[in-house]
């Protein structure tokens, strides 16, 4: 297993430098500061924006905890061959870094990344992570340049982990009960450790270049976007897709699941929550209005990189 | 087993007449009806309110699907002992009223009322309900009159129930993750069939009474209430308080988690989601204020009939 003390500071780095890169784009709030602990072992450190000229509310969060492997890890197909009084005395190590972002402007689109590395006293370990993009409208240049950062700091490390974890992200951040996507995916990886033509430090390093990518993308998103004006009813529509986020968040996230269950600080696990959402009983876009022609895009299998649209 | 028939019809009568009542409380805005098919069998009448001027978004709905049984029914232990071929063949079949009414003053209390008819082809059956509101400002008169009126109609027909379902709902309305309740509770039963001194016919007759004992019930809470000024600031603790709600029904709620899993219609289960909602990061009401105040009395085993406060 690779050191937990290694991988825990590299990740409060890069909080910091996330935290400070936004910023910089944002006149009018800053990042608070919260470290907590968990009762059971380890803790965190809480970092929120609320109320900007850019952000209306967001968190770049870390965390580390452990203790004893609560009981649902066991129902894993590789956890539950253990015998049982291993998995009694077993115990967890979980790090990484989560953010969610609800930019003020409906032009601005809102953005998730995560980044974790997991470890059991059983001998297993592994890296997951994630980019994904939400626009309240789809900008096709917006949703190109995305992919292709994506792409290019995927490239880097292996030729088949852009198709491969894009088809992942599709597949992961879909509301079903909706039939639609959460907005136009990324790329989401689990339970990396190694393969044939990859050793467990050459996949690190894809997952900290992953976690690095993620500052200079937003950045650039949000200088694109910031300044264009909007009306009431673009807003509107942004609470609408707002209210999809928080569906998604609270009914299919692992992330939030595995914090609920793992007794995690409450109000950093649900910061992803939007600042205002708003649910319309059957609310249907107007034909070849802008919000439908964003509802009809929100589908796997997109090509983003080469968009037919 | 009873006759689906009838109890169809009687759902059907109820949702009839609950809607008229409540329009007469409502001056801008009357009750659609939107009938609806569920693929595999059965459907429903979707009578969704919005924009009033007393009710802001709220919907009384009436349903009774039926099919073949999805697995996770037998996930329940009474009904795995069956064999898994006589599983395979098994249908069920459900029937209710689902209310909740978000109302636009903050001074108007939320309201849910639901009452279910279920049954299998493997010969179980039973009955299942339950009310409870959901103030955003308690109000100790309101909350007296409201388990006054739970107490009487339970009183009726067994000197246990309202003790016995008044605890239920203690525990069935709680949001774990907050470790509070959702509001003053009210009374929850379910996989009610007979005992020994209540027979099938008369436990039926006790569920109509609650089903009957909603609308005079809202439309005092809401003559009470409706005409109370507001502010900007109760506007915003009705949205946050409307997010907790959210928040326990897109993660505990048993009716929403029956509806998705069983291909139930999507905008008729989700209908209970407020219009307007917000998610403030580590939100703390004031100390001493009123908001402060009902938080604090969101918790379990308060004594709504001879309140302490």
Redo the contacts between chains.
């Keep these: 297993m690779p050191s937990k003390e290694n991988i825990s500071e590299w990740l409060q780095t890069l909080q910091k430098s996330i935290c400070t890169a936004l910023e910089q784009v944002e006149e009018d709030a800053v990042f608070s500061t919260?470290p907590w602990q968990r009762p059971e072992g380890g803790g965190g450190i809480t970092r929120?924006i609320?109320n900007g000229a850019v952000l209306e509310?967001g968190?770049v969060n870390f965390s580390a905890v452990q203790g004893p492997a609560p009981a649902f890890l066991f129902a894993e197909k590789e956890h539950s061959l253990q015998p049982s009084h291993q998995q009694n005395k077993a115990t967890f190590y979980a790090a990484g870094v989560s953010i969610v972002l609800h930019p003020k402007n409906p032009w601005v689109p809102i953005i998730h990344m995560n980044i974790r590395y997991f470890e059991m006293s059983t001998g297993v370990y592994w890296l997951g992570g994630g980019i994904d993009l939400t626009p309240h409208y789809i900008n096709k240049n917006d949703a190109v340049f995305f992919h292709q950062t994506l792409k290019a700091a995927c490239d880097k490390h292996h030729k088949d982990y852009y198709q491969k974890f894009k088809k992942w992200a599709d597949d992961y951040f879909y509301i079903t009960?909706?039939n639609e996507t959460r907005g136009i995916g990324g790329i989401f990886f689990d339970r990396m450790n190694h393969s044939e033509d990859m050793s467990f430090e050459k996949n690190l390093a894809f997952w900290k270049e992953i976690g690095n990518t993620f500052a200079p993308l937003y950045v650039e998103l949000i200088q694109r976007n910031k300044e264009k004006k909007y009306t009431e009813n673009e807003i509107n529509w942004q609470?609408i897709r707002r209210?999809r986020y928080?569906?998604f968040n609270?009914?299919y996230d692992k992330g939030t699941k595995f914090g609920?269950e793992t007794n995690g600080r409450?109000?950093s696990i649900?910061?992803s929550?939007?600042?205002?959402?708003?649910?319309?009983?059957?609310y249907k876009p107007a034909p070849n209005s802008a919000e439908a022609q964003t509802q009809a895009l929100l589908k796997k299998e997109m090509d983003w990189i080469n968009p037919s649209f």
């Excluded at 600042?275 to 009983?281: D, E, K, V």
């Design positions: 919260e929120v609320q509310k968190g009960h909706r609470r209210s928080a569906e609270l009914v609920l409450i109000e649900l910061m929550l939007p600042p205002l959402a708003a649910w319309h009983y059957n």
